[in-house]
């Protein structure tokens, strides 16, 4: 997994905003899509390209994209 | 149009309960709430505290006080065990029968033992009868009732919440604000308006011969609904998933909100008195298909807040209402596509008018 190709995964879950100046270091909570149903969103997209399980408090406790890739990153080594 | 003092007077309260409360199954309780032997839980109808009891070869629905000088048994909701009275440790059966042998005063010829209440089970769903009912569990639902209970009792497999909700308000005002979608648009924009789930016209059924109604609200599909389908698939499997939020009503006092057949919310209205009803509410979801803990866990975490932030917005309109009737002198309007509340005001007006369906 490399990190262009999660933060592209990442994108593209969201149809209805602008992107364009969004980075891996951007906030993703100021993407205007972004809804507490956005998580679960995230949640499945993880599991489903990635094969890994992140909770709902590693989203909150996240605050840029790169912060979940990292989590996403740490849990794929571990196994 | 139902008069308005009938949603304040007292003395109209205390005829409802006789003349519908009394006269009808009540839904009390689900039978994987207490899915053990010995298992139990108290609620309360009208001042009745009455235990639901897991015998281990039935349910069974006794009164919830002693026989012996009129203690009240149980004084938790819930709990496992014997039935025994704090009071001088008298303990009963299972079947509700007086344990051991005191002696007692020759004038009482029959062994003390617990009042049993009459108890019918559908599905999960138990109801009970107060006083002796007026008509068969069967004929007072009708076969499609049962049938939806049947079906969504399979559904009910996990518990996520539960809560009683205080409402300062008549339990009719209640029934008539859930079985209407027209203030969703104004109340329920963040919450069930923006999941989608009020977007369209409800399709609404009801038969002339029975009391309950329902709607199917069907689910719009633009980009909202799309996305949430990407979890919904994985946590229960695309098959499993309806289109839609259904609602029932079951008259008088069972509410159902069936969403997409993945999580579904059952209440019932315990009325306390005329401007007071505990709205008594379970939520659950359906069996999940994925190991995914933090999905799962991130759903339900999502589905209760949901739950809860509906439950308040209505709250908040129901209690204003409930004072603003007093002051108004003349009975109110209803919309014409509102035909759910017609249904029950005139399910409503023959019980009280004739006492009989
Ligand atoms: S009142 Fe219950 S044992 Fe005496
Ligand atoms: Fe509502």
């Known amino acids: ?79 | 149009m139902i008069e308005k003092s009938c949603y304040y007077d007292p003395l109209i309260f205390s005829k409802e309960r006789e003349i519908i409360f009394d006269s009808h199954w009540l839904f009390c309780g689900l039978t994987s709430e207490i899915p053990g032997r010995r298992d139990w839980k108290v609620i309360e109808y009208f001042g009745h505290s009455l235990i639901l009891y897991n015998s281990g070869k039935s349910i069974r629905v006794f009164q919830n006080v002693c026989p012996h000088r009129f203690n009240k048994i149980f004084d938790d909701t819930r709990g496992r065990g014997v039935i025994v009275c704090g009071y001088h440790s008298w303990s009963f059966s299972e079947e509700g029968y007086l344990v051991g042998n005191q002696e007692l005063e020759a004038e009482n010829d029959k062994r003390p033992c617990l009042k049993e209440y009459p108890t019918e089970i559908i599905g999960q769903f138990i109801f009970v009868a107060l006083k002796t009912p007026i008509q068969s569990i069967q004929k007072q639902l009708g076969k499609e009732t049962v049938e939806i209970l049947n079906t969504i009792s399979l559904r009910l497999t996990k518990r996520i919440f539960e809560q009683s909700l205080d409402h300062c308000c008549n339990w009719k005002f209640i029934v008539e604000n859930v079985i209407e979608t027209e203030h969703c648009l104004s109340i329920h924009q963040d919450t069930l308006v923006k999941a989608g789930y009020c977007q369209n016209s409800p399709i609404i059924s009801f038969d002339s011969s029975h009391d309950n109604s329902s709607f199917i609200v069907p689910f719009s599909n633009d980009n909202f609904g799309k996305k949430r389908n990407r979890f919904v698939s994985m946590l229960f499997g695309s098959e499993n998933v309806n289109s839609n939020y259904q609602h029932h009503f079951i008259f008088p006092n069972l509410l159902i909100s069936n969403f997409e057949n993945i999580n579904f919310n059952v209440s019932k209205l315990l009325p306390i008195n005329a401007e007071r009803t505990l709205f008594d509410m379970q939520f659950f979801i359906a069996p999940v298909i994925t190991n995914n803990q933090g999905l799962i866990d991130e759903f339900i975490s999502m589905t209760i807040q949901f739950g809860k932030e509906v439950f308040e917005e209505d709250k908040l309109f129901l209690e204003r209402v409930q004072k603003g009737v007093k002051q108004i002198d003349h009975n109110g309007f209803h919309y014409k596509s509102a035909t759910r509340i017609h249904k029950f005001v005139e399910s409503y007006k023959k019980w009280m008018l004739n006492g009989k369906s």
């Open chain 1, 1 to 79: 997994m490399t990190e262009n190709y999660f933060f592209e995964k990442f994108l593209e879950q969201f149809e209805e905003s602008d992107l364009s100046q969004i980075t891996i270091d951007s906030e993703f909570r100021s993407i205007e899509e972004w809804s507490s149903m956005m998580a679960l969103v995230i949640i499945a997209m993880v599991d489903e390209e990635f094969g890994i399980t992140i909770t709902g408090d590693d989203i909150r406790k996240s605050v840029t994209i790169r912060d979940v890739y990292n989590v996403v990153a740490a849990r794929k080594t571990a196994v």
